[in-house]
């Protein structure tokens, strides 16, 4: 079955960087699109960008570019989305999502706490 | 940017019917998404293409999608269906996915 199994949670102080993975399973991993979305504590869901396992080619959300890269390890069948200068504001549970247009496969999830 | 609008809340008695809108402009021309979520869980997706139910999930979830309102209903609603709902598109001009700002169901 398909699995999106994320990396865990990290706590980070603002201007760090942090780097969250999703191992992808059970699909042909340069099939689908890897999407990022993420949801702050009480809120809803904001999605980050998408990225394109095959070619590499990604679409960063107008509020992350800049801030934001999504790469990816073919032959790890893994996806990796980084944010750099981070701010409290970014402290949020960041979910990694399979597909373009509907997003039918999720991960469970990584907190990222953003604290001093 | 493209926007999408749900109302926060929607409170609904056992057995009633759940209606939750999601109104974007012409949303009618683009393809709707709903998924749910509860709480420290991931978002699930129920419904695809404004009116396909994924598998498994109960015909008493349906959705439509017309002019500038898509429409998750939600009959013969039981608690367990109580939980965050969402729409979402896929906004071709942008290149960008769309997530409406989601409601709350509340089950009386």
């Known amino acids: 079955q398909v699995q999106l199994e994320q990396s865990g949670a990290e706590l980070k102080r603002p201007g760090a960087s942090v780097k969250v993975s999703c191992k992808a399973s059970?699909?042909?991993?340069?099939?689908?699109?890897i999407n990022w979305v993420r949801q702050a504590t009480g809120q809803g869901l904001e999605w980050m960008g998408w990225m394109n396992p095959k070619s590499g080619e990604t679409g960063y959300a107008r509020n992350f570019q800049g801030r934001v890269t999504m790469t990816r390890d073919t032959s790890k069948t893994t996806a990796f989305m980084e944010v750099n200068s981070l701010r409290t504001t970014d402290t949020a549970v960041y979910f990694c999502?399979?597909?373009?247009?509907?997003?039918?496969?999720w991960g469970q999830g990584t907190l990222v706490t953003v604290s001093s | 940017s493209y926007v999408l609008t749900q109302p926060p809340s929607v409170s609904v008695a056992p057995g009633q019917t759940a209606r939750i809108t999601c109104e974007g402009n012409?949303?009618?021309?683009?393809?709707v998404h709903w998924y749910q979520q509860r709480p420290g869980q991931a978002p699930v997706l129920i419904v695809y293409?404004?009116?396909n139910r994924l598998s498994g999930i109960p015909d008493r979830f349906s959705g439509s999608n017309s002019g500038n309102t898509a429409t998750l209903i939600i009959s013969r609603v039981e608690d367990g269906d109580e939980a965050d709902y969402y729409c979402q598109v896929w906004d071709s001009n942008s290149e960008q996915v769309v997530f409406g700002g989601g409601t709350k169901v509340t089950v009386l």
């Open positions: 293409n404004d009116a």
């Open positions: 059970g699909y042909t991993f340069t099939d689908y699109d």
């Open positions: 999502a399979r597909g373009r247009g509907d997003l039918l496969s």
């Open positions: 012409n949303v009618g021309s683009k393809s």
